[in-house]
């Protein structure tokens, strides 16, 4: 094992991520990822190493522009690593087919976003429908799964409401159901509560807390906000790059 | 100030930074619009403006003429008579005659004008210059202009073979005037020769067409008066300019046509712009709480929506009058056919100051509309209250407000009113077709609604997820929807409306020239397609003669000659068609208005009968059955109407007399020149048979039962013998001729939607691509979670397929209207019989181009966005 003192966080090796009593659902071992222009490359994601277990709720800090987005495509199987592999359940995303990767994302994945990303043409149900509708999933069974979803957020009595109707926090828990009604292995949260007061931030965040434990999904949760911290199982900080845990 | 207009050319740099797409889409609106209203007003204005050039050129300071009413013209003794009038400073004789230039690289139809040494006196710089090159080379011969010259390829000095009356002549080449020398008019058909030359290849000696006249200072009415009294029977004395305005007469229903189709394109150029600038009315309104908000007053927030407006109209118009400089050399180049065969113009193009400013305050006004309407109603509707700036939902559970019930409203009365007005009164259809255009946009907003609301209907029971979402994203970007909307209708409802009524009044023209035309397999006549209206005369014993070989031998049935001429009436110069009296069918059945058809055709075999067109019976209130005086070179003769017609594809109206019956009253009025013309109004003229030796204008020829046209044409011309300086045409041949020549003001038109097909393109594909970037946020939500190309691609082209073709299935409907009453409008103005026939096929390929640009939207907006990352859905802090 190699340890690196780095002020408050330590540069740590795959194997001390990894907790060896849970199976790992999500293993990065050393991604790297540059964008290059005509006058400078960018280390976007430089030789991170990261695992998921299961159920597992892990909290990623970082400044602006160190990397979290480009960590979160190449999670996503949006963007391909340049160097090192993403593998999920075992599985190379870098031997993905395009419809393979499709399926992945619809069916493994979930997304939380900063803007809620909702449509405003649609109520809250029929927007929570969106996913299974991409997959082909009936009309009426998407319907009825959604309604679900949108009851284990709390929101049964806003299924016709559409966005412009709706408050911060009720938004984000429509953006939250759409990510679960699909029934993910994994939820990617992407600074869900940027765009939310304290109160309501910290109603989602521990609406966020909750799914690993009553839904069975691990999250990501790419946070600037430390309260973050209080819910998640571990810290993971990145900064120009790189990735270390937060003790 | 500089500091104030440096600070709105920041916030400019900020909308052009932000908005990229929509200035430019905006500024193609307006383009499009000062490019079409410039290059239309050029086109028309050269027609006249070239005509000035030569009418200015040849008559100098002369103000009054005596001009001959036949093509014989009258004893050049008048002139000398006229000199030693009281009152006259100087007088100059003139014999223009029409002829055919021959080279080696090819054949120009121009007017050749004989003239003496007494036209210096007159300082006119055209035949001023022209006879001095004469004078100069003692030669005495054939003038040109250089570019003439150019054209057929011949140099001073060789010869030229010219077609004159039937005849071939060879003449040397003099000088070829360039434009150093004769200014613009170097572009003239014309060609000049000594008095005396032009008298001998015309064969007409001692004759001459007009006498120019400057009469002594104050004295110009009296001489005036004095002229009629002395001349009036059978010539007419008339200020110099009276022919600049026959040709503004001739050329006015082509003026008013013009004039609608610069409106609805200037129209249809402020809404584009609107279009575009209504695009981005959220991020304008989030700009507008932004500069409030940072303290800046009301005052500062419309001096930025003004400079917004200057801006893009300057920009607009500069691009727009290139444009549109160009799209009078490409679309619009050459002449208008059917006046170039009554008048001397020239293919020149003439760009006045009015011109550029009429197409200028145009390209300002559209600019302005286009702004400060969207600011508007982004200030009405509470800028600072929306502070999330985002666009407002079409709800469809929501009632509509009750401004928008009042705008419906008004639309609807102003589409009705409109109708309704063109159709009462034909002569407003111009204004009653803006209003109609605006009328159908200030329904589009509610028509959007229920467009959302169908499409919502239909997407529920769709399996097809990108099916419900394109209607959820149609529904989130309200002003998006309806200016797509309204870009499909306007493009649509200019397309239909042009094509449509262009199309009925080329119809119009080819029924015409086959009812003209049918009563012979072969026609023949000298000089080209400027001699449409066959008014040259020639003597038409010789070739009838070598045609009675072709009789003898079983090859030709019949040959008639046909006498046509124009004849000047107050404010209009007409046609005379002089059909044979053994033709049946005098009146062509297509043309015919009012009076029994069998009845007409009997009283014009009669002799003493004409047919009018409706238009001149309407301006001398005159029936059928009444009686009408017209001015013949015999003198004035008084005929009875037997029917009223359309206007044979003349703009200023036809007549119709029997052939016989011209030709004597022309060709008496030959000998009548020589005469005093002392001749009163002489009642009912006894007809007489073509007399041998006569004049025709044209040969009518009907082969033989199983003799082919194409065979029949080739014995026909080599009968002729290659000197006649006649042309052989096929019927068909000669039909597509007319209907060429004819049909060609209204058929550049069609270049407008050229212009529209090319604008909506362009605004199209701009304006989804604006929309896929604006929305990509949300775009990229999709995609991220599981949306695959194909139902991405699919969503896009439901969102601007939907509303695209939407907008133009209601241009189409509304441009199918508009043909109606540019229909009605056309028969009003023009007096064409032109028949209403919906242009369906149009409207089906119109719809078909909408579906096309769709998916040439759809895949430029996919590509677009697949070949970026799907970064934008996800935070960037």
């Known amino acids: 094992m190699v340890e690196r003192d780095d002020g408050d966080a330590r540069t740590v090796t795959a194997t001390t991520l990894e907790r060896p009593q849970a199976r790992a659902l999500l293993e990065l071992d050393s991604v790297s990822k540059r964008y290059e222009s005509v006058s400078e490359t960018i280390h976007a994601v430089e030789d991170v190493d990261m695992s998921v277990r299961e159920r597992e709720l892990v909290a990623l800090l970082g400044p602006s522009g160190s990397g979290k987005t480009t960590l979160l495509l190449l999670i996503a199987g949006l963007l391909r690593a340049d160097g090192g592999s993403v593998r999920f359940e075992g599985r190379d995303l870098a031997s993905f087919t395009k419809s393979e990767a499709l399926a992945y994302r619809r069916t493994k994945l979930g997304f939380v976003f900063q803007d809620f990303n909702l449509s405003a043409g649609l109520s809250a149900q029929e927007n929570v429908c969106v996913p299974l509708l991409l997959r082909g999933v009936p009309h009426g069974e998407a319907h009825g799964r959604a309604r679900a979803s949108l009851a284990q957020v709390g929101l049964e009595r806003r299924l016709t409401h559409t966005p412009d109707r709706l408050s911060g926090g009720e938004k984000q828990r429509v953006a939250i159901a759409r990510a679960l009604v699909g029934e993910p292995k994994l939820i990617l949260a992407d600074e869900a509560t940027g765009s939310l007061d304290t109160e309501t931030g910290d109603a989602v965040l521990e609406l966020l807390a909750a799914l690993p434990r009553e839904h069975g999904a691990a999250v990501v949760l790419v946070t600037h906000d430390i309260r973050a911290t209080r819910h998640a199982d571990r810290v993971l900080q990145m900064r120009d790059g790189r990735l270390s845990e937060l003790q | 100030m500089t500091g104030y207009l440096r600070t709105l050319w920041l916030f400019y740099r900020r909308h052009l930074r932000v908005q990229p797409l929509r200035e430019l889409m905006a500024l193609a609106g307006v383009a499009a619009g000062v490019a079409l209203l410039f290059a239309v007003q050029v086109a028309h204005r050269s027609v006249t403006g070239s005509f000035e050039d030569i009418a200015h050129g040849v008559a100098g300071d002369a103000t009054l003429e005596l001009a001959a009413r036949g093509d014989k013209g009258f004893d050049q003794k008048v002139s000398e008579d006229v000199e030693k009038m009281p009152g006259v400073e100087a007088a100059a004789p003139l014999l223009s005659e029409q002829i055919v230039a021959l080279g080696p690289k090819g054949r120009r139809e121009l007017t050749l004008v004989g003239a003496t040494e007494q036209v210096i006196p007159l300082h006119g710089a055209l035949s001023s210059q022209f006879q001095r090159a004469s004078e100069a080379s003692h030669k005495g ?377 049918g009563s012979a397999d072969l026609w023949v006549k000298p000089g080209g397609a400027q001699n449409v209206y066959t008014t040259e005369p020639f003597a038409y014993e010789k070739p009838q003669a070598r045609l009675a070989r072709l009789q003898r031998a079983g090859v030709v049935r019949s040959v008639t000659p046909w006498r046509d001429s124009f004849l000047d009436l107050p404010g209009r110069r007409v046609w005379v068609l002089g059909p044979p009296p053994a033709l049946k069918a005098q009146i062509a059945p297509s043309q015919l208005r009012e009076g029994s ?218 441009g199918l209207v508009g043909q109606y009453l540019i229909d009605g409008w056309l028969s009003h103005t023009t007096g064409s019989p032109v028949h209403y026939a919906a242009a369906w096929l149009l409207g089906a390929r119109t719809l078909a181009i909408a579906l096309l640009i769709s998916l040439a939207a759809s895949l430029a907006a996919v590509v677009r966005i697949n070949g970026s990352q799907p970064r934008a859905a996800f935070s960037t802090q």
Not at chain 2, 274 to 294: G, H, K, P, Q, W
């Open chain 2, 141 to 517: 011969l054939l003038l040109l202009t250089e570019p003439t010259a150019r054209a057929i390829g011949v140099k001073p000095g060789e010869a030229v073979t010219v077609l004159v009356g039937g005849r071939t002549e060879r003449m040397t080449l003099n000088a070829a005037l360039g434009s150093d020398r004769i200014g613009v008019a170097a572009d003239s058909p014309i060609a000049a020769a000594p008095l005396a030359i032009a008298q001998s290849v015309a064969q007409l000696p001692g004759r001459i067409t007009r006498v120019l006249i400057e009469p002594a200072p104050g004295r110009e009415a009296a001489l005036l008066g004095a002229l009629k009294a002395r001349y009036g029977a059978t010539l007419d004395p008339r200020p110099v300019d009276t022919e600049l305005k026959l040709l503004a007469g001739a050329a006015g229903a082509e003026r008013q046509v013009t004039l609608l189709f610069s409106v609805i394109s200037l129209v249809a150029g402020m809404i584009l712009a609107y279009n575009a600038l209504l695009l981005a009315s959220a991020e304008r309104r989030r700009f507008i709480v932004y500069l409030i908000e940072t303290g800046a007053p009301e005052s500062m927030v419309l001096a930025s929506l003004g400079f917004d407006a200057l801006i893009l109209g300057l920009a607009g118009c500069a691009l727009g009058l290139l444009a549109g400089d160009l799209t009078s050399l490409l679309a619009y180049g050459g002449l208008p056919g059917y006046i170039a065969a009554a008048f001397p113009v020239g293919p020149q193009r003439t760009i006045t100051s009015q011109t550029v400013e009429i197409a200028l305050a145009g390209g300002m006004f559209a600019a302005l509309a286009a702004t400060i309407l969207p600011a508007l109603s982004i200030l009405r509707s509470g800028a600072v209250t929306q502070r999330d700036g985002m666009a407002r939902t079409l709800s469809l559970t929501a009632k509509a407000s009750a401004s928008q019930g009042t705008t419906l409203a008004a639309g609807i009365a102003l589409v009705g009113g409109s109708v309704l007005a063109a159709l009462l009164a034909p002569a407003v259809t111009i204004e009653a077709l803006v209003g109609l255009a605006a009328g159908i946009v200030l329904c589009l907003p509610l028509a959007a609604r229920g467009l959302i609301a169908l499409a919502h209907a239909a997407s529920a029971r769709s399996g097809d997820a990108s099916a419900r979402l394109s209607v959820a994203e149609l529904r989130t970007s309200a002003p998006r929807t309806v200016a797509l909307l309204a870009t499909g209708a306007v493009a649509a409802f200019l397309m239909v409306v042009i094509g449509g009524s262009v199309s009925d009044v080329q119809s119009a023209v080819r029924r015409g020239a086959g009812d003209l035309l």
């Open chain 2, 597 to 814: 058809l069998a009845l007409a055709d009997e009283r014009l075999r009669e002799g003493g009968w004409v047919a009018i067109s409706q238009t001149i019976a309407e301006e001398r209130h005159v029936r059928v059955g009444g009686r009408i005086s017209l001015p013949t070179p015999s003198g004035y003769v008084v005929f009875r109407i037997a029917a009223t017609t359309a206007n044979y594809g003349w703009l200023p109206g036809a007549i119709v007399m029997n052939g016989d019956e011209h030709a004597r009253l022309w060709e008496g009025g030959a000998a009548g020149g020589k005469r005093p013309a002392t001749s009163g109004a002489t009642s009912g003229p006894t007809p007489t048979q073509a007399q041998p030796g006569g004049e025709a204008t044209e040969l009518a020829v009907t082969l033989a039962p199983g003799v082919s046209a194409q065979r029949g044409e080739q014995l026909v011309r080599a009968a002729l013998g290659p000197g006649s300086g006649l042309a052989v045409q096929s019927t068909s041949e000669r039909r597509a001729e007319v209907s060429a020549v004819l049909g060609s003001t209204l058929s550049r038109l069609n270049a407008i939607t050229i212009v529209v097909i090319v604008t909506t393109i362009a605004s199209v594909i701009a304006l989804m691509m604006a929309a896929v970037w604006q929305g990509r946020a949300r775009l990229h939500s999709l995609i991220s979670i599981g949306m695959g190309f194909g139902q991405f691609a699919r969503l896009i082209f439901y969102e601007s397929g939907t509303v695209l073709l939407a907008g133009c299935a209601i241009g189409v409907s509304a």
